[in-house]
């Protein structure tokens, strides 16, 4: 079992940065796939970043390459979303996300094993 606690969201203005943190519990963290997912109002939880266990091999949803980068600590058992140049269009709640499923590209949410609580980020413009 792996429950995951997210922190970091807020209010920011357009082209600001933000970091979001999520910290795991449970055995065996560096084995799981880890991601963000990203739900704005009335629309269904999208793919934002994943990151596999060894943290070398990441992938982005096109609306965020080049400005989000997600990284991890296995030591700690935290990830980390590290967002720049923040748009309006980013607002949502971020959710971390986890799957042990080797399978699992953790791509949709369906592939999801473990969901946290959420963070709202806010971007004004």
């Known amino acids: 079992q792996v429950q995951l606690v997210e922190s970091g969201g807020g209010l920011v203005q357009a082209g600001g940065s933000l970091r979001l943190s999520c910290a795991a519990s449970g055995r065996s963290f560096s084995t799981y796939r880890m991601g963000w997912f990203g739900q704005a109002p009335g629309k269904e939880r999208e793919f934002v970043a994943v990151?596999?266990?060894?943290?070398?091999?990441?992938y982005y949803a096109d609306s965020v390459k080049g400005r989000f980068t997600i990284s991890r600590d296995n030591a700690e058992n935290i990830v980390y979303l590290q967002m720049n140049s923040l748009k309006p269009e980013d607002t949502a709640v971020y959710h971390c996300a986890a799957t042990g499923r080797r399978s699992s590209g953790l791509r949709s949410p369906d592939e999801v094993d473990y969901w946290g609580q959420g963070t709202q980020v806010t971007v004004s413009s």
């Open positions: 990151i596999r266990w060894s943290g070398t091999i990441t």
